[in-house]
């Protein structure tokens, strides 16, 4: 059974940093995307950032020069640096995989930053 995990989720202040990081374990025959989503309460789920194996990272246009995605070649994990973050950049952040028969989330991690 394939399972993400996400790791590194914290309370911060405005203009700092925190580095999410998602663990895949399980079996998967091959990823074709990696992405990082996040929901504020009260809102819709947004595209932080995705990658694909035609290209990427791509970027939310509310992070873009402040976030970055990187993966291991053995693409068992991939990360989320953020820098500046801002009290709209809290909610609970999402990593997800798929190929081309499903898609996999994890639980979910929790960011708040405090203005």
């Known amino acids: 059974q394939v399972q993400l995990v996400e790791s590194g989720g914290d309370l911060v202040q405005a203009g700092g940093s925190l580095r999410l990081s998602c663990a895949v374990s399980?079996?998967?025959?091959?990823?074709?995307?990696m992405g990082w989503y996040r929901r504020a309460t009260g809102k819709e789920r947004e595209l932080v950032a995705i990658?694909?194996?035609?290209?990427?990272?791509n970027y939310g246009p509310s992070v873009k020069g402040r976030f970055t995605m990187s993966r291991d070649n053995a693409d068992r994990s991939f990360s989320l640096q953020m820098n500046s973050l801002q009290p709209e950049d809290t909610g609970v952040y999402y990593c997800?995989?798929?190929?081309?028969?499903?898609?996999?989330w994890g639980q979910g991690t929790q960011v708040t930053v405090s203005s």
């Open positions: 997800m995989i798929s190929n081309e028969w499903t898609q996999y």
């Open positions: 399980g079996r998967i025959i091959s990823i074709n995307t």
């Open positions: 990658t694909t194996n035609s290209g990427g990272p």
